[in-house]
């Protein structure tokens, strides 16, 4: 079946470092790939996602790009703020089940001043 | 464009009591929809597939009985737990795809439900 596996957290980064959320996939033909938010107490958020080998997906600084040939979208982005402190779920839709979405387990990521 | 709501946003509830969670597709007609629960701190689990007019398709493990879903219409599906217990306290997400996106694998997430059963 399809799966998704996300580097473990927490990870805790000062105010402008550099973050990787490392995230690989296994999967059946080729699913779209997303990364979510979620903020404490609160739902889920799109971040970014691709639907297609070699996509990129950015938004507000953070960037993954679709590697087919290492099942990976690992999440990135140049200089973290203490307003991205959060849960960040990877996860994969598979084109035989449209919609239906598989998630890692998550990666919690505070950002200290 | 895309926006999904629930109802409630939190919600607290007696042990014995039941609980409808509603979730709605404010601008998009979705054929089906999807229902996650999260325990604290863990991931989503997808727990069943929401589809118009027909019968839930729950995954393994979740209790049909337990957990009523109805999907109505194009842009409602609903949530009932029964006869809720202190472990069925949790966050529940909803999701809908749209019905004229056939060709996307994307859904559309509401804010969620904190249910706490006291």
């Known amino acids: 079946g399809n799966s998704v596996t996300q580097m473990e957290g927490p990870v805790t980064l000062s105010e402008e470092a550099f973050l990787t959320i490392n995230c690989t996939y296994t999967?059946?033909?080729?699913?779209?790939l997303f990364w979510y938010v979620q903020y404490p107490g609160e739902g889920l958020q799109l971040l970014l996602k691709?639907?297609?080998?070699?996509d990129k997906g950015s938004n507000k600084g953070f960037e993954a790009t679709y590697r087919k040939e290492t099942t990976s979208f690992h999440l990135e982005k140049g200089s973290v703020q203490v307003s991205d402190s959060a849960v960040y779920f990877c996860?994969?839709?598979?084109?035989?089940?449209?919609?239906?979405?598989?998630f890692g387990d998550g990666t919690t990521l505070t950002v200290k001043p | 464009g895309a926006v999904v709501s629930q109802h409630p946003s939190r919600v607290i509830c007696k042990s014995g009591t039941s609980v409808k969670i509603e979730c709605r597709s404010l601008?998009?007609?979705?054929?089906?929809m999807f229902w996650y629960r999260q325990f604290p701190k863990k991931s989503l689990m997808l727990m069943a597939t929401?589809?118009?007019?027909?019968?839930?398709?729950?995954e393994q493990g979740v209790e049909k009985d337990k957990f009523l879903i109805n999907h109505a219409s194009l842009t409602l599906s609903t949530l009932t737990v029964t006869s809720a217990h202190p472990e069925d306290s949790s966050f529940y997400i909803c999701?809908?795809?749209?019905?004229?996106?056939?060709?996307?694998?994307?859904?559309?997430f509401g804010q969620g439900t904190r249910l706490t059963v006291v």
């Open positions: 999701s809908a795809r749209p019905h004229r996106q056939s060709w996307s694998t994307e859904a559309f």
């Open positions: 999967a059946t033909g080729y699913p779209s």
């Open positions: 691709a639907t297609k080998a070699d």
């Open positions: 996860a994969l839709s598979a084109e035989t089940n449209a919609g239906k979405s598989t």
């Open positions: 601008d998009f007609q979705a054929t089906t």
């Open positions: 929401s589809n118009e007019g027909s019968k839930a398709t729950y």
